[in-house]
Structures are given as structure tokens and as C-alpha cells.
């Protein structure tokens, strides 16, 4: 038997009061009595309750209205109803709406004490099976949260999990950049304009912050704001900020709030070591330019972008001249140091944003995004350039001199496709290395093919 239950009882007879509250408080309950509706919406005000005992004939009402608004106003809250004998249909339609149990006048004290029990039985069983539900659900959130390798999708997620689940009216996620420091990856719930404002201000508060704590409110809409660092070992990921609109957050919004972050942090460190993985399968060792399966790859999406929106996109295609006579002469140690200088020469010619690939042995792909043939035709003139008047291993005490073949194809202007837009910008440096090299070449159709093994090559066969 639960002890010390809080009751209302709600009868407008006296003598029922004091004989029912007689009743309750003999087996430990407090009881609070009151005659009529008016006073009960009063006293569920004031106070707190497990239980309702009303009678269903009232003054000014009647214990249907009590019930109703105890199932509006006051979730969790048990009722019993006690009738006359000649009312019970309404006492059972009172069953049909969520009253716990009825009973019939006259009460006896063992009856009403049994009813009230089970009605509180009731009300601990609906309570447990509502915390179960909610701590499955918080599992299975958490789960997701650890498993989504899309940082898009897990900034989404993770506000929606926060929301829905930490009972928050806002939130703001900032994640630790090693260049940018905090930088937000998702908002929800901020009123609009404020944006940029409130995160600029978070970013200023937690820029050294290790452990969760409350900030002094900004100036929104908000009375309490909480932070929750996702940390992993001894690095701090990034941090979670809840707003709530009352001072008092819900019942178990922290430990939900903490639960969340800390999975979000697993996500957030499991991004880490996938990007970590994924540069070591797309990055060239020597040179640490992407190789050639990243350029397959992001070739692929350039012409299936540019197929639809019909932007122009244009490959160069490089090959050092005598590089061979410089790996004899001065050995494959300074032979490799020298591509690796090449490397950083090319990328300091183009834009942040074009791609620089290692083909293989001295041969190197820039893929410009948005340029046509005329524009890429001053890009492969600015390397070329820029690679015969620069002096290679002047550190190291050589300053050698080294010159490049570049050949240039467009798409759509010279073809529609990877292999083909491959295949012409090979086949244009081609025409140079048989030439006088040091010179840009653009494709053409009619061009000669280079030997078969380095065509293998290109078109990725």
C-alpha cells in the first residue's frame, strides 16, 4: 500500500467530507476537502495531487466537469467518482472517459481505501510505463545519433532529438573548427535576425569551456540557457546550447540533454576518423594532392552537374618535361622532392576550389570548376609560366629549372563525358611532348593518341 498519498476529496456534504476523509487518513493519506468545482480548480491549483475522490452531484457543477479538468489540467492525476445508486450510467461513462474506478453510496471505509489504492496503482503503473517509453525512445535517439556519418543529417537530428527530448524551445549547436574555432552547424528555434548575433555571443562564452553550465541570459526571448560540452577523451568537440523559456527546465531535461550530447560527441568523433579515412583513400602520399580515384570521383559529379545545369567545366592535363633526366642525374630522393615542389607550384595557380589530382609519375590533372576553354586556356598559360621561371630546390642548394606540356579540354565545347574529356586533354599534352614542349595545347579531335598503356590510364580502363 503506498503511504501518505495526497488527496482532494470533493463532496458538498459535510458529514461525507469529514466520514471519507476519516477514512483516508486512517491508512496514512493527507487528505485536502473542498464542497464544490470551483474549489477544486482552486485547490489542483495551489497544490499538488496523486488522486481525486468526487462525488458526481455537486453544487454549481457535477464530478464530470472535475474529471475532465483534471484530465485537461492535470495529467497523471487519478480520479475516483462515488454516485448514488440510481447514477451509475453516469458513473460509468465517467469509466469511459478515464476515471480510475466508481463507487456506490453508501461507501464503506474498506471500499473507498481499496479504490483509491488501485487508482494510485494505476497511476504509479501508467508512470513507470511513461519512463520506460521515454527512456527506450532516449536509447534509441542516441543510437542514431552515434551511427550517422552525414554531418548535415546529424546537426539535423541532434536538434530534433534535443527538442523533442529535452524539452528545449531552442537550440544551437557550435562545433570545434582547428582553424575557425567554434563555428555553428545547426540552429532551431532562435527568433529571426538573432542568429548571428547569438551565436557570435555563444562563441565568446564557451570558446574555453570544458563542462556543462548555466549562461547568464542574452538578450531573447528566454529565461534559462544550458550548455553541454560533447567531449571525447580529453577534446572538447563542440558544444550544445539549450534555451528554455521558464526557469525551471522539465523533469529530466539535463540528464536527457547529457545523454544526447554525449552521443553526439561519438558521431562527431566517428565523422573525425572517417574523414581521417577517406583522405588516406583519396589523397596521393608522395605529393599529398588527391589521386586518381578522387578524380574519378568527383569528375563523375562534375559532368552529372554540369549535364543539368550546363555550366562549362574545363581539365588540364600536365606532364613535367625531362623529368626522367633529373631522376638520373640527381637521384629518386631529389627526383621526388622535386614533384612535391611541383605539386605545391600548381595549386598556388589555380583557385581554392578547382581540384588538383596526381595522375601518376609527373603527370598531374587540375579540374576548374565553372571555366570555359578560353579561361582555362590563361590558367594553363599562367603554370606554364609559372613552373619555367620558378627555381626548383633552391633550398636544398639546385635551383633547377623545370618546364611543363599542358594540354586543355572543355566540357561541353569538346566533349560530354569523363573518359572522352580525359582522353582529348591527354591527347593535347601529347602534341606538346612530341613538339617543343614547354607550350599549352587545346584538344581537338583529330589530335594523336598517346601510347596505349598511358591511354589506359586516363581513361581510368
Given at each position: 500500500?503506498?503511504?501518505m498519498?495526497?488527496i ?13 476523509g ?7 493519506h493527507?487528505v ?6 470551483q474549489?477544486?480548480?482552486?485547490a489542483?491549483a495551489?497544490?499538488r ?8 452531484i ?5 464530478g ?6 483534471v ?9 475516483v467518482?462515488?454516485?448514488a445508486?440510481?447514477?451509475v450510467?453516469?458513473a ?6 478515464g ?7 453508501p461507501?464503506a ?16 503503473l501508467?508512470?513507470e ?9 532516449l536509447?534509441?535517439?542516441g ?7 552525414d554531418?548535415?543529417?546529424l546537426?539535423?537530428?541532434t536538434?530534433?532529438?534535443l ?7 531552442a537550440?544551437v549547436?557550435l ?5 575557425l ?5 545547426g ?5 529571426v ?10 562563441r565568446?562564452?564557451?570558446m574555453?569551456?570544458?563542462a556543462?553550465r ?11 540557457i544550458l ?15 539549450l534555451f528554455?523559456?521558464?526557469?525551471q527546465?522539465?523533469?529530466g ?11 553526439w560527441a561519438?558521431?562527431l568523433?566517428n565523422?573525425?576518423?572517417f ?10 602520399d ?5 589521386n586518381?580515384?578522387y ?6 559529379r ?27 642525374t ?5 627526383g621526388?622532392?622535386l614533384l612535391?615542389?611541383a605539386?605545391r607550384?600548381v595549386?598556388g595557380c589555380v583557385?581554392?576550389?578547382?581540384v588538383v ?19 582555362a ?13 620558378h ?5 636544398e ?21 569523363k ?13 606538346g ?22 591511354r589506359?590510364?586516363s581513361t581510368g580502363?
Amino acid at each position: 500500500m503506498r503511504e501518505m498519498a495526497r488527496i482532494l476529496l470533493v463532496d458538498d456534504e459535510k458529514i461525507a467530507r469529514t466520514l471519507y476523509g476519516d477514512y483516508l487518513t486512517g491508512v496514512g493519506h493527507t487528505v485536502t476537502a473542498v464542497g464544490t468545482l470551483q474549489d477544486a480548480r482552486q485547490a489542483l491549483a495551489a497544490d499538488r495531487f496523486d488522486a481525486v475522490v468526487t462525488d458526481l452531484i455537486l453544487p454549481g457543477g457535477d464530478g464530470m466537469e472535475v474529471l475532465r479538468h483534471v484530465r485537461e489540467r492535470h495529467p497523471g492525476v487519478e480520479v475516483v467518482v462515488i454516485t448514488a445508486l440510481d447514477k451509475v450510467d453516469p458513473a460509468v461513462r465517467a469509466i469511459k472517459s478515464g476515471a480510475a474506478e466508481y463507487l456506490v453510496k453508501p461507501v464503506a471505509p474498506e471500499a473507498l481505501q481499496h479504490a483509491v489504492r488501485r487508482a494510485l496503482t494505476t497511476r504509479d503503473l501508467l508512470q513507470e510505463n511513461a519512463s520506460l517509453r521515454r527512456h527506450v525512445a532516449l536509447l534509441e535517439a542516441g543510437q542514431r545519433l552515434a551511427t550517422t556519418l552525414d554531418r548535415d543529417k546529424l546537426a539535423t537530428a541532434t536538434t530534433s532529438a534535443l527538442e523533442s527530448m529535452a524539452a528545449a524551445g531552442a537550440i544551437v549547436l557550435l562545433e570545434r573548427d582547428t582553424n575557425l574555432g567554434l563555428r555553428a552547424q545547426g540552429t532551431r528555434g532562435l527568433p529571426v535576425g538573432t542568429e548571428d548575433t547569438v551565436v557570435a555571443w555563444l562563441r565568446d562564452q564557451l570558446m574555453d569551456a570544458r563542462a556543462p553550465r548555466e549562461l547568464d541570459v542574452l538578450d531573447v526571448p528566454f529565461e534559462r540557457i544550458l550548455t553541454f560540452p560533447a567531449v571525447e577523451g580529453d577534446a572538447v568537440l563542440g558544444h550544445a546550447v539549450l534555451f528554455y523559456a521558464k526557469l525551471q527546465a522539465a523533469d529530466g531535461a539535463a540528464e536527457a540533454a547529457g545523454y544526447l550530447v554525449r552521443n553526439w560527441a561519438l558521431a562527431l568523433r566517428n565523422l573525425g576518423r572517417f574523414a581521417a579515412v577517406e583522405d588516406l583513400a583519396y589523397i596521393d602520399d608522395l605529393t599529398r594532392l588527391f589521386n586518381t580515384r578522387y578524380l574519378h570521383l568527383v569528375l563523375d559529379r562534375e559532368v552529372q552537374d554540369a549535364l543539368q545545369t550546363q555550366r562549362a567545366f574545363s581539365l588540364l592535363f600536365l606532364d613535367l618535361d625531362h623529368f626522367k633526366s633529373i631522376n638520373d642525374t640527381h637521384g629518386h630522393l631529389i627526383g621526388s622532392k622535386l614533384l612535391v615542389e611541383a605539386a605545391r607550384v600548381v595549386k598556388g595557380c589555380v583557385r581554392d576550389h578547382d581540384v588538383v589530382a596526381r595522375f601518376g609519375g609527373d603527370e598531374y590533372v587540375v579540374m576548374l570548376r565553372n571555366t570555359d576553354s578560353g579561361g582555362a586556356l590563361k590558367v594553363a598559360e599562367r603554370i606554364r609560366r609559372t613552373m619555367e621561371t620558378h627555381q626548383f630546390l633552391a633550398r636544398e642548394g639546385l635551383a633547377l629549372k623545370l618546364s611543363t606540356c599542358i594540354g586543355v579540354a572543355s566540357f561541353p565545347e569538346h566533349a560530354r563525358d569523363k573518359a572522352t574529356l580525359l582522353d582529348l586533354s591527354d591527347r593535347a599534352m601529347y602534341r606538346g611532348k612530341r613538339g617543343t614542349r614547354n607550350v599549352v595545347y587545346m584538344a581537338a579531335q583529330d589530335l594523336e593518341a598517346p601510347p596505349a598503356e598511358r591511354r589506359q590510364a586516363s581513361t581510368g580502363t
